[in-house]
């Protein structure tokens, strides 16, 4: 029921354009709350062929590659209460099985690392993305506490009007050094905890968290051995 629910979000999201796509499914507000549904897709096709490696064995450095990230949530908010689940399941497809050369060339690209993770030329995932509870304003106005997995993005812990430096922060300061990978293809969450004072003036947040695999990874299984402070 599961696959067969993603494989028709999956066609109807491509139908709404053939990059990306982010859809509500539903909303519903009553006395008691707000619930709602969202959908979202990631399609992407990629061609490496500009790496010049000697030739001898599994050096090729011309092929392609593809993969479709589907994620369904749901959501749901009270008074200072937030409740909120992601399942996401990713298919890459067309990975190369000759392109991680010998050193000092190793994998020519990101097929090939994909590829050198599960020694498959397909990799399949389905998972929980994100998964958290969030208590806001609580105590005092703008503290809140979020516990579960969730996506951090270390920089963009404050947000700004002006585009210019919006840019600049997404762009040259956030994900340094704590990030979702979000740019791959499985990308990665945290497991852990946050806490947040966010006032006009500064905004003081603290996370403790474990890591989960992904990146290049087609699972987001814990690692415990990583404690992020």
């Not at 066609?11 to 990306?20: D, N, V």
């Not at 959501?75 to 000092?104: M, R, W």
């Not at 990665?188 to 003036?201: A, E, N, P, Y």
Request: hydrophobic share 40%; with cysteine; net charge neutral.
């Amino acid at each position: 029921m599961i696959k067969r629910f993603f494989i028709t979000l999956t066609a109807l999201l491509i139908l709404s354009s053939p990059a990306s796509a982010n859809v509500t499914l539903f909303t519903h507000s009553t006395d008691q709350g707000e619930l709602w549904a969202s959908g979202e897709i990631v399609s992407r096709y990629e061609n490496w062929n500009w790496f010049e490696p000697p030739p001898e064995s599994n050096d090729n450095n011309d092929y392609d590659y593809y993969f479709i990230r589907s994620r369904l949530a749901l959501g749901y908010k009270f008074k200072c209460l937030e409740a909120f689940v992601q399942i996401q399941d990713t298919h890459v497809g067309g990975l190369p099985n000759n392109s991680v050369a010998a050193p000092t060339a190793g994998p020519l690209g990101f097929g090939a690392i994909y590829y050198a993770h599960r020694k498959k030329t397909d990799s399949h995932g389905t998972f929980v993305k994100q998964g958290y509870l969030r208590l806001q304003n609580i105590l005092f106005d703008g503290f809140s506490l979020m516990g579960g997995r969730f996506d951090y993005i270390d920089g963009m812990e404050v947000t700004y009007g002006n585009p210019k430096i919006m840019w600049l922060k997404k762009v040259r300061l956030a994900e340094r050094l704590i990030g979702p990978f979000g740019w791959s293809a499985f990308t990665r969450s945290f497991d852990g905890g946050q806490i947040s004072l966010d006032k006009d003036l500064f905004n003081i947040t603290a996370m403790v968290s474990h890591p989960t695999e992904g990146g290049f990874e087609n699972d987001h299984h814990t690692i415990s051995k990583i404690t992020l402070v």
